[in-house]
């Protein structure tokens, strides 16, 4: 029976063709390498490679076992990660949330790669209001949430930042500002700041709302340079805040609820995003 040493030494070697590239890739001497075909060779009763002093080929048999084995070996491969990913509780339910359009969209291509790794982990994208993400997290209703960073609360832990964008007012089509190319942090003080309330008997709880006011003449609200694509507007117009520092969103979740699922997630986002600007 063929071992995992064999398989993974011939299997390099049919793809390098060359015994030191083989050796360099599996972290072993090139001694080594050909100890262990030899003894494959000897297992199978004939030559898999022609070694010269200038190529190294495979033989009939050699690319027979090569076609052969590749596929299963794969199999072999995968099952053990789906194993490893199993015991480390990565398949399961996860819930993740998000209080933007544009975080949809990113949490959707981060949920798509964590099945591709996982394929029995579900992700389930919902919509919260910012009032409502702390409460959710607490309480494990969701296990993590796009938001606006820092955030400032001991309960909860931040990953690292997935996404920076430029500072933007928006104001009203008709207002004097919208005239303007852009406004500096001294201009915001001549417009009424519009926040997102956490009782929506004192104001606006979501960005739609808050922007319908501000088209209305009713304030003024600042947002992220997404919302210029995300909330476009025939009322409203987006300016950008020059000497502003930019938005910065990244994944939080609650600090004693971090599972395998939950850190996972976190990964494939952020590798996602920081191999695709």
Sequence with gaps: MIERHEAEAFLTLAEELHFGRTAERLHVSTARVS??????????GVPLF???SRRTELT??????RDELRPAWDGVETAVRHAIDTGRGLPGALDVAFISAAGAQLLSRAAAGLRDRVPGCEVRIREARPRELLPWLCSGEVDLAL????????????????????????????HPFARREAITTADLGRVSLAGLADDPREGPTTVSEALALAGSGHGALLVGAHARRYYARP???????????PLEWGLIWAADRETARVRAFAEVADSMVHSHP
């Design 35 to 44: 100890q262990t075909i030899r003894k494959l060779e000897r297992t199978v």
């Design 50 to 52: 022609h070694r010269t």
């Design 60 to 65: 009939l048999t050699g690319r027979q076992l």
């Design 147 to 174: 938001s606006t960073l820092p955030f400032d609360d001991p309960r909860v832990t931040c990953g690292p930042v997935l996404v920076r964008e430029a500072c933007m007012l928006a104001v009203a089509a008709d």
């Design 235 to 245: 009322d409203v117009v987006y300016l950008p805040v020059s000497d502003a520092l």
